[in-house]
């Protein structure tokens, strides 16, 4: 490898330890105007040797030309659906038929369930090759274009591993609010809520505009069995990931009984606004995978799971500021 190749090698290196601390543990290792030109410097040496531009080259990120349409992609392992509770007694219902199947030595894991657009992040030795929307859960939409603008996602991980991960993308609450500031300013109809803003985004055919929309994400899930990796329950799983480089909501939390998971709902009913992001609830899981398979799954969702629903808010109408003038 000559002097050259080696100096691509290590910007590479360096641009995604940065990235990382940057975008994924928010916690910037190296100022902005630092981190620009040592970006400055890979595109440069890569304009002038092509031949040593790396497919996960952070350069790699905003890809080429838009793309005529979505490949469809059938994912390895469905990605399934929560089912749904909606106040105390169906928790204690769910607690219960978990205690019938499996006895009482169990504990859960809750996270704060954001409301986003569901994902999977296909990895071959450590490299992002593919993401695809969830779709009906069998079959989905290629968008890896569009998620490689998405700077949580690492184009490539701490580990070589092949893995598939699951996550959900979102829109921050202030990203949306510009958003939708500049649509109005441009004439354009305003998105309704962040939910629609990220899906309507990764649905653009050209990898640009889903650059300029401030997307990011939150990995919950590994495709298939995690046991593969040496991993015997959720919150293990959740740590795993993070040592691998993914972003994981740190928000979560082992529950040793139910009345802790009505507790950590109750706590977050009441900070839900002080988030930056939109979360429509908060799901709860068994968290040892020994308890998970026992319990299996139904045709579409794990019956070691739920999701319990925030109540939707009663929609205020927008009371017109009249001129009075
Ligand atoms: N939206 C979320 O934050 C979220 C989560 N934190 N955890 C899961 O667990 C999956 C894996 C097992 C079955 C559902 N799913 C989530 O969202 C899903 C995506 C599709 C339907 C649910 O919204």
């Not at 996270?111 to 069998?138: C, H, P």
Request: charge should be negative; aromatic fraction near 10%.
């Amino acid at each position: 490898m000559n002097d050259i190749e080696k100096r691509i090698v290590e910007l590479n290196a360096l641009l995604h330890e940065y990235g990382h601390a940057y975008y994924v543990l928010d916690k910037p290792l190296v100022s902005d105007a630092e981190y620009d030109r040592l970006l400055n410097e890979l595109i440069a040496l890569e304009k002038q040797y092509p031949e040593f531009i790396y497919p996960d080259s952070p350069t790699q990120r905003i890809g080429g030309k838009p793309l005529e349409g979505f490949k469809k992609v059938t994912h390895t392992f469905p990605m399934l659906s929560l089912s749904n509770a909606f106040n105390d007694a169906d928790l204690r219902d769910f607690d219960r038929k978990i205690r019938q199947a499996i006895g009482d030595d169990y504990s859960y894991v809750c996270e704060l369930k954001i409301d986003g657009l569901a994902i999977s992040l296909k990895y071959e030795n450590g490299i992002f090759v593919q993401g695809a929307t969830r779709g009906d859960g069998t079959v989905g939409e290629d968008i890896t274009m569009n998620l490689k603008t998405i700077r949580a996602i690492p184009l490539r991980l701490k580990e070589p591993v092949t893995i598939e991960v699951r996550g959900e993308a979102y829109m921050p609450k202030k990203s949306f609010e510009a958003l939708n500031i500049a649509r109005e300013e441009n004439g354009d109809e305003p998105f309704a809520n962040p939910r629609n803003a990220a899906a309507g985004s990764l649905r653009q055919l050209d990898p640009k505009i889903a650059a300029s929309r401030n997307l990011s994400t939150f990995i919950y899930a590994i495709g298939g069995d995690g046991e593969a990796y040496g991993i015997d329950s959720h919150s293990e799983m959740l740590d795993y990931l993070e040592t691998l480089g993914f972003p994981s909501n740190k928000e979560r939390q082992l529950c040793a009984t139910i009345d802790d998971v009505i507790a950590f709902i109750n706590k977050w009913t009441e900070e839900r606004p002080n988030l930056p992001y939109e979360i429509d609830g908060i799901v709860v899981k068994v968290n040892r995978y020994a308890h998970q398979d026992e319990l299996g799954y139904t045709a579409k969702s794990p019956r070691w799971a739920i999701a319990y629903k925030f109540p939707a808010e009663e929609v205020v109408t927008k009371v017109l500021d009249i001129d009075l003038t």
